[in-house]
């Protein structure tokens, strides 16, 4: 097994030196029946190929309103909030994590580690260099790309063109928005039609431009079965993110409809590019990154995922494919220091049944996440990361014993699939004390088993079980 550096929330505290760091703490001592609980379990086979029953099973009923989010602060109780108890838990805690997290318990080819923020103190690891497929938590990576890419302010425009020339024309030109609505569509047919009325037309073709990007493909370790229901393929345009097979066209008649209803007849629809030089006649603006960002992270939905992993490439500089993106994403976990050993990236949304992530990876990026403000304050807003047993893919999680005693003071992304089970996150510990922790298990036979198990890490990272 290759060496590799602490995570960077061993960087955090002030004592950060050496090997005491690495287990136990400066000035500390394990007690004897720590002995030897660290041990790395050893893997015993190659882990069976993940694959969804329908695609990402974290899609459910709290992505049929996806919110708008607006908050900016951070949701996550501060420790002192959450301390009900002033013993140092570190001990216990160790001695349940090595219980809990044993191979007996969550099987053969599960990776995971739990890191002590203020110390940096391993408490409890388990092939945590060992990359897994890791489902929906590879939108932790897409999160943290997306905002260091683009920035949390930046917004993506959607204009309808028309060349003087040849008015007869209009171009709904998508721009990469996910969240682009048909109460936008609505308002800018509206002026669209004001617009070609006062140039004594009635009729006007439409014409959908969604060059922005490539011709859609289905990622690596994507099955062809779960193209458009799981995931639409990957257009520059779309309108309430309907999952359909031709997401450009879908959009294109919505808005001839809504020209229908604002007196102008779309006398066709179809796709093509925008002249140079055509001018802007009506336009609208998508959420913040952030707020994007925000959904995607508690929704757990895949094609804002996609939409976001391209986008990031393109702001950088890279063609919007799936070779851009991933290598835009490698770019931008090694600016940061990120180390992405055994990182790889198919796809924005974690479908891939060939992607792999190790928890260390997925604990760095959640350290250097908490440690940024600009970050923080966007990924830790209420309406983002899940918060257990209250929001997104947690709100039915963390709701009956043992684990419900952690509601609300766990935030983490999940990631499921038929055969993946992955929990990545920030435990607010009963004791004052904030923990960083990933679990992702491969060769699930139960995703109900599986979840109970990360859930009981989870809340056991606490100390409140």
């Keep these: 097994m290759s060496q590799r550096r602490a995570p960077r929330s061993a960087l955090i505290g002030a004592a950060t030196t050496a090997a005491a760091l690495a287990l136990f703490g400066a000035g500390s001592a394990p007690p004897a029946s720590a002995a030897g609980s660290a041990r790395t ?23 049929t309103s996806i919110p708008q989010v607006t908050s900016a602060l951070s949701a996550l109780r501060s420790p002192t909030q959450t301390a009900t108890s002033t013993s140092d838990l570190t001990w216990t805690i160790r001695a349940r994590l090595s219980s809990r997290g044993s191979v007996a318990q969550i099987g053969d080819y599960a990776s995971g580690q739990v890191v002590e923020v ?8 388990k092939n945590p260099t060992v990359a897994r497929v890791p489902a929906s938590n590879e939108k932790l990576v897409t999160a943290f790309v997306a905002l260091v890419s683009m920035g949390e302010s930046t917004r993506f425009t959607t204009p309808v063109l028309q060349v003087a020339a040849q008015p007869a024309t209009v171009y709904l030109k998508g721009s990469g928005d996910p969240a682009l609505s048909s109460s936008q569509l609505t308002a800018m047919a509206s002026a669209v039609a004001t617009k070609v009325k006062s140039q004594g037309r009635t009729s006007v073709a439409v014409v959908v431009d ?6 859609p493909t289905n990622a690596t370790g994507w099955k062809a079965e779960w193209i458009p229901g799981t995931v639409a393929p990957v257009r520059a345009l779309v ?39 055509a001018a802007t006649i009506a336009s609208t603006s998508s959420p913040t990154v952030g707020q994007l960002v925000q959904t995607m992270l508690n929704a757990s939905q895949n094609d804002y995922a996609e939409g976001l992993h391209r986008l990031s490439a393109l702001r950088r500089g890279h063609n919007a494919d799936w070779a851009g993106a991933r290598a835009n994403a490698l770019e931008v976990l090694a600016s940061r220091g990120i180390d992405s050993t055994s990182l790889v990236i ?78 990545s996150g920030v435990a607010s510990g009963v004791d004052g004390r904030e923990r960083i922790f990933s679990v992702i298990i491969n060769g699930v036979t139960s995703t109900a088993e599986s979840r109970a198990d990360v859930d009981a890490l989870a809340a056991t990272a606490t100390g409140c079980y």
């Design 118 to 125: 203020a110390t940096g103190r391993i408490l409890w690891a």
């Design 210 to 215: 969604d060059s922005l990007f490539p011709a």
């Design 346 to 423: 198919n796809d924005g949304s974690g479908l891939s049944q060939t992607g792999r992530l190790t928890p260390l990876t997925a604990i760095d990026v959640l350290s250097t996440i908490r440690m940024t403000p600009a970050l923080n304050s966007v990924v830790f807003a209420a309406a983002a990361l899940p918060t257990a047993g209250v929001s997104g893919t947690l709100a039915d999680r963390f709701d009956t014993a043992p684990t419900n005693c952690a509601r609300s003071i766990v935030r983490a992304k999940t990631g499921t699939l038929a055969t993946a089970t992955a929990l």
């Design 239 to 277: 309108v309430d993110q309907v999952n359909v097979v031709d997401t450009s066209i879908n959009a294109g008649q919505v808005f001839a409809a809504k020209l229908k209803a604002a007196g102008v007849t779309a006398t066709s629809v179809a796709r093509g590019v925008a002249p140079a030089g």
């Design 41 to 63: 379990a050893a893997v015993r086979g190659p882990a069976p190929a993940p694959v969804p029953i329908a695609g990402d099973s974290d899609v459910g009923p709290w992505t």
